[in-house]
């Protein structure tokens, strides 16, 4: 094994992960809409989360990936769901009934 | 204050910003370097504690009190949630209507589920082993009960998710990380001090206390986050408003 070719590779390859997370991140702030937000915000913890792996960071790597790539995004997806579903509130009418009905 | 002051105010402190955190990073050691003094010194308390994971070592033995306030801050923001997130009286529920679940997709969640879920538990247990530990496999587990959400439907979801014992295990689990402290109390040294036996460098049983409050942790984390996922599932899928009407998707 050539080590020092491989340290070369390393170098490429964080310069290429740091990249993929400040284009991401970047994205993800200049993104007005919530749901396309937790998309970027899912790919920014992926590259987040190969950028740790590359750093020889694998326990960060993993936290990273669980909570940046799965958790929070959800959260943000059930939360716009929510909210997007209630329609406000209406002028003043008694719609109680309405909800249990399918 | 007006939209031009506002900006302006905003481009001033940025530019204080970026000159002080430029000045700092030439301060910096350089990328990559083989010095590392706190590395040196944490890796050396590692193998004297003969756990594998470093990492592990420094979370739940070196640095444990932190941990535990870690544990505590998740603890304090799932309890939040719930208290945010209960059922307010002009709130109904409906049941939701099962989704179209492709057949592919049905496969591959009842494949997937019990891979994951062993995953989940494998992580926590080689905590002080191999990279993850009681937060990684706690998060992996919750988000692997949820393939039951995806690969079928809500109800499917909410038959293996037995909620209040899962309440119960996320505060025993945030608990038993405190209480186990208190083993170093007992032994006579201090909070949180690893006082059990190390075992063997690289066993399953090594690292003394680091793998019980592993498991702990991934209690904890695991149950917390089904929790916390719960009650906004909840609130998306089967809760509606007063002002709501009509019916709301599945899934």
Known sequence: ?102 | MSRTARIRLFWAAAVVFAVAYAAACTGLPRFGTLAHPYATRAVAAALHQRTANVVSSVNFDQRAFDTLGEESILFAAVLGTIVLLRHARDERTGRPRPGRVLPSTRLLGMVLLPVTLLTGVYIVAHGQLSPGGGFQGGVILATGLHLAYVAADYRVLKRIRPLAFLDAADAAGAGAFAALGLAGLVAGGAYLQNVLPLGTFGQLSSGGLVPVVNAAVGVEVGAGVIVLLAFFLDQAVEVRSPEEHGTGGGG
């Open chain 1, 1 to 102: 094994m050539n080590g020092a070719a491989n340290g070369a590779v390393d170098e490429y390859l964080i310069v290429v992960a740091l990249l993929l997370v400040t284009v991401s991140a970047t994205a993800a702030a200049l993104t007005r809409d919530p749901v396309r937000q937790a998309v970027l915000l899912a790919m920014l913890g992926l590259s987040l989360a190969v950028l740790f792996t590359l750093l020889q960071a694998p326990d960060v790597a993993l936290s990273q990936l669980a909570v940046g790539t799965a958790v929070t995004p959800l959260l943000i997806l059930l939360t716009v769901r929510k909210v997007r579903r209630a329609p406000g509130p209406r002028n003043g009418r008694d719609r109680r009934g309405d909800g249990a009905r399918r």
